[in-house]
């Protein structure tokens, strides 16, 4: 690490090399983010009143994670993630009677509203000069399609309270929150989802390495070394949500990795479901890997020319593999 302020190379690796334990020293060593107790408690009620309802609650992460390089961020590495997956997959959990906690990065694709996000909002409106004094703004349906519907099951979801969205933008929000989450989920037992969308960097600058204000240009180009984020799986499935029925993604650019990273994550982390995409084609076509079998989701060309959801498929699968968890494990926290 050679940012202005970086540690002797001895604290570095100590701190990366310690296996296990490494999201222990995360949190020790990164305080809660600002409004992470309100969020947390938001969370516990909302995973309280569905849990008292015996409804299926999943969470949700989606969208990418902003590493920052200064403790006054001006700068962050990013990465590529729309949060398209994550918040498709929200509504097919929605209407299949889910309750959702949705993580999301802020500004990333929400439930909903994702459908407005490529056209312009003003172009579907009209004003309605017919009615006399007070002009009406109304919709024009052939410039929204489906606006009706989506509305409609908008409403629904609101007026059953089952959805909550929790945003966040850098790293260190992201792995508290999805603690928090995780937490509050614990009581559900096996009727708790984690459906783990969201994009998360794999390298960050750990809290005590980054200097405090802006990086000066005048003094020349950082030279700017990362260390591994811990995998907060492990501690999901093994402390945190013992009981739930955990699915993760693996996003890989190169086909002949794909499979065999998938299928290391299952055996490493022992949880449920690693759900593979490559990069160019995840909108087409993802693998559903189990712990004893594989395959292959694919839109086909008329769902394609429809820009169908292959969520929808994805989801269709993993409620009916949920439901079967529930039934083999039991209904409950205990
Ligand atoms: C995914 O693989 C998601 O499917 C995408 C969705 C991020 C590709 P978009 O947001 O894209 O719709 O644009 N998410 C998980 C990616 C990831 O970082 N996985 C880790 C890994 O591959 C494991 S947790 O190592």
Redesign the pocket.
Known sequence: MTTPTSPPQSSRLKRTDSVGDDWVQFFATHDAPQNYKEKREKMHSFAEEHFKKQTKVVLIT???TAVPMESRTVRFID??????????SAEYFLSEGYAVIFLFRHK??EPYMRHFSRHSFLDMLQIDSETDNSQIITVDQTKAPNMLELLKSYQTVKTSKRLLSVEYVFLQEYLYLLRAAAEALHFAGSKAMFY???????FYIPGQDMPEHKIQSSDGPPQISLCKVP?M?APLVRHWATKAFVT?????TDKDLLLK?ARQ?LIKFNHQVV???I?ED??RQ?TIVTQDKHFTISLTEEELSHEADIEEHIVKKLTEQHAQFITENGNGST
Do not use: M, Y
């Open positions: 989606s969208g990418g990465n590529f993630s729309s949060g398209t997956r994550g918040a498709a990333s694709l783990l969308a969201a994009a998360v960097s794999d995998k799986l993760s993604f693996k996003l890989e990273k994550a759900i593979a995409n990069l995840r909108r993802v």
